[in-house]
């Protein structure tokens, strides 16, 4: 199966930016895009960013002109640069997948934004 780890969070100041990076390894047959998650306390988890096999990329509106998602085959790896950072996108971050009908997270990577 899949496996997706996630690196790149920590604390930034409001407007500041991040990348965070979604490594996947494993049995990656299958896959259909890759997808940036994000959990507040006391929030379901949200999808905020997508991109699919082919490149195609969409996001929340609360994110759109702020992040950008993008992925380099080569080193089997998918980034969220997220800039013009704000309180309200504290949260941990997971990227995700599905698989043969399965769905696949990483562990995360806690993004603070605040001053």
């Known amino acids: 199966q899949v496996r997706l780890v996630e690196s790149g969070g920590g604390l930034v100041q409001p407007g500041g930016s991040l990348r965070l990076s979604c490594v996947i390894s494993?049995?990656?047959?299958?896959?259909?895009?890759i997808g940036w998650y994000r959990q507040a306390p006391g929030n379901s988890r949200e999808l905020v960013a997508g991109?699919?096999?082919?490149?195609?990329?969409d996001y929340v509106d609360s994110v759109k002109g702020r992040f950008t998602v993008s992925r380099d085959n080569a080193k089997s790896t998918v980034y969220l640069q997220m800039n013009s950072l704000k309180p309200e996108d504290t949260a941990v971050y997971s990227c995700g997948t599905t698989q043969f009908g399965s769905n696949y997270w990483g562990p995360g990577t806690q993004v603070t934004v605040s001053s």
């Open positions: 494993g049995n990656t047959g299958g896959i259909n895009g």
């Open positions: 991109i699919t096999n082919h490149g195609y990329t």
